[in-house]
């Protein structure tokens, strides 16, 4: 598995797009950095032009509130906060609801989720909201 570890986080980085993978190393760079790779990555058409970065919450990450747990038959649930390299992930997810589970998450119908809405989602002010990812390996 492609990894890159820094001590700002871990960016799994194999079948990831040019843009995924972009997102993602900006997640883990120094906070004092990731405004310059941002606005260069735009400029060289790798992220959106649109794409939202908050540079006050970069400090702001609790990164102190990831796990990892270990269940019984070898299942093991690993939590964190979201970044906003999990727009792709995310929008697949969103993609895998039934109809009556976008309705009860989001309390209307809505069809698609596209770019733009999907970054409001992953893309959090730190200092206002939390928002946690929970995922499982067999």
Do not use: C
């Not at 400029?43 to 102190?64: G, M």
Request: charged share 25%; no cysteine.
């Amino acid at each position: 598995m492609g990894a890159v570890v820094t001590k700002y986080g871990v960016a799994y980085l194999e079948g990831s797009t040019i843009t995924e993978r972009a997102q993602a190393l900006i997640d883990i760079a120094h906070p004092d950095d990731r405004p310059g790779l941002v606005q260069e990555a735009k400029d060289k058409k790798i992220l959106y032009p649109d794409q939202i970065f908050l540079a006050e919450s970069t400090r702001l990450y609790p990164s102190h509130i990831a796990a990892t747990y270990s269940l019984k038959d070898d299942i093991q649930i690993r939590i964190r906060a979201i970044r906003s390299s999990d727009e792709v992930g995310m929008r697949h997810l969103f993609y895998r609801f039934s109809d009556e589970s976008v309705y009860y998450r989001y309390f209307h119908s809505v069809s698609s989720m596209p770019h733009a809405k999907m970054q409001q989602y992953v893309n959090v002010d730190w200092n206002q909201i939390m928002s946690i990812l929970l995922s499982y390996k067999l």
